[in-house]
């Protein structure tokens, strides 16, 4: 943003209990319901100076998919620990598993292989 007395930019604070480098927009997001945010603009070059304070009335979040959420971590971890192995001979005896696995599973259905 540009100081609106001389054109000048501006710098912005959100505290006044925040570090210097927090944006406003991750203090938004974090936040309580009925928290105070103190936003300060400053212009360096003249002088002027802006002090804003911001109340959150209420909150209202959407959830997301909570099966998805622990399927995209547990994926993750399996990743991180499969890169840590080795052995190709382990990789290979762990995929055959898995296939086996998914061989036997009841969950699974004739739309899981289409998806392949």
């Not at 998914?102 to 259905?109: F, H, M, N, V, W």
Request: hydrophobic residues 35%; proline residues 4%; negative net charge.
């Amino acid at each position: 943003m540009d100081c609106p007395a001389c054109g000048s930019p501006v710098t912005l604070e959100v505290g006044p209990d925040r570090p210097l480098s927090t944006s406003l927009s991750d203090a938004v997001l974090a936040a309580e319901e009925d928290e105070h945010i103190e936003v300060t603009r400053d212009c360096w070059d003249c002088g002027w100076h802006e002090t804003r304070a911001l109340r959150v009335a209420s909150i209202d979040t959407t959830a997301g998919d909570e099966t998805a959420g622990e399927r995209v971590a547990l994926i993750d971890e399996i990743t991180d620990e499969l890169a840590s192995i080795e052995s190709v001979g382990t990789l290979e005896e762990t995929l055959a598993a898995i296939r086996r696995q998914r061989e036997t599973d009841p969950a699974r259905t004739d739309t899981d292989d289409a998806a392949e």
